[in-house]
């Protein structure tokens, strides 16, 4: 962890340790997700993510809304247990997961490890590290348990490290300015005319927990602070068209 800690000391880029440290364990690339609550009345959460991922992966996963069916995404939703993937543990779950699980093949991402991120301040975050193998055999898998331990508190301590050298620093997330997706313009306008995160859910067929996920996304691209400052900007901006 030197070198992480050292480069975060000196505010350089942190990917290049990162990936060292990753590799170290065995896999080949780094994912981390925060939504972070802001603690003043009326703020909404944001969303940071930091990748060692191309920006092509990044920008496809955005666009194509995988979120909604990435089995590492909703393993974290529902278990406070880290979750061990490949293609043999999450195929046939659903024709988007087995979209999901094809195209990020292709892109790289076969298996790897994912876990949550427990604070002592409301956020809701997210460590994935993963490799280009698409099924684990027996003697990789008995070697990332016996890692488990090892890679969750590198997790967590990254996360501290993120947390106070970004976050309490102020610093917006680096999707300020992003094109909204197709989903979060749906979500979006449909929050323009009033309808709640469950009314949103049950529309387009989501759970109401990945319509925030969604809003705190958008909320971290328009640069704003709230569901209604989102809406107003996103009418500026002829994102849809306004419920006269």
Not at 124 to 141: D, F, G, M, Q, Y
Request: with cysteine.
């Amino acid at each position: 962890m030197s070198p992480l800690i050292e480069a975060a000391r000196r505010g350089e880029d942190l990917l290049p340790a990162l990936q060292d440290i990753v590799r170290g364990f065995g896999f080949d690339e780094f994912m981390y997700a925060t939504a972070k609550y802001h603690l003043r009345p009326g703020n909404d959460e944001r969303m940071w993510v930091v990748t060692t991922l191309p920006v092509a992966w990044v920008m496809r996963y955005d666009q194509r809304a995988y979120v909604e069916c990435d089995p590492r995404v909703l393993s974290v939703f529902d278990s406070s247990m880290p979750l061990l993937w490949d293609h043999a543990s999450e195929r046939g779950r659903s024709v988007r997961t087995d979209e999901f699980l094809a195209d990020a093949l292709t892109h790289g991402i076969g298996s790897g490890v994912a876990f949550a991120i427990y604070t002592t301040l409301p956020s809701r975050n997210i460590v994935s590290l993963s490799s280009a193998t698409p099924n684990l055999c027996k003697e990789r898998r008995d070697a990332i348990v016996r890692s488990l331990g090892d890679i969750v508190l590198f997790g967590q301590y990254f996360h501290e490290l993120f947390v106070k050298g970004v976050i309490e620093k102020g610093l917006a997330p680096g999707s300020v300015g992003a094109a909204l997706s197709l989903r979060e313009r749906q979500c979006l306008e449909l929050a323009s005319q009033g309808h709640t995160s469950i009314e949103i859910g049950n529309r387009l067929g989501i759970s109401d927990r990945t319509v925030n996920f969604h809003f705190s996304n958008l909320i971290s691209k328009l640069g704003v602070h709230n569901r209604h400052e989102a809406i107003a900007k996103g009418a500026a901006l002829g994102l849809f068209q306004p419920t006269i």
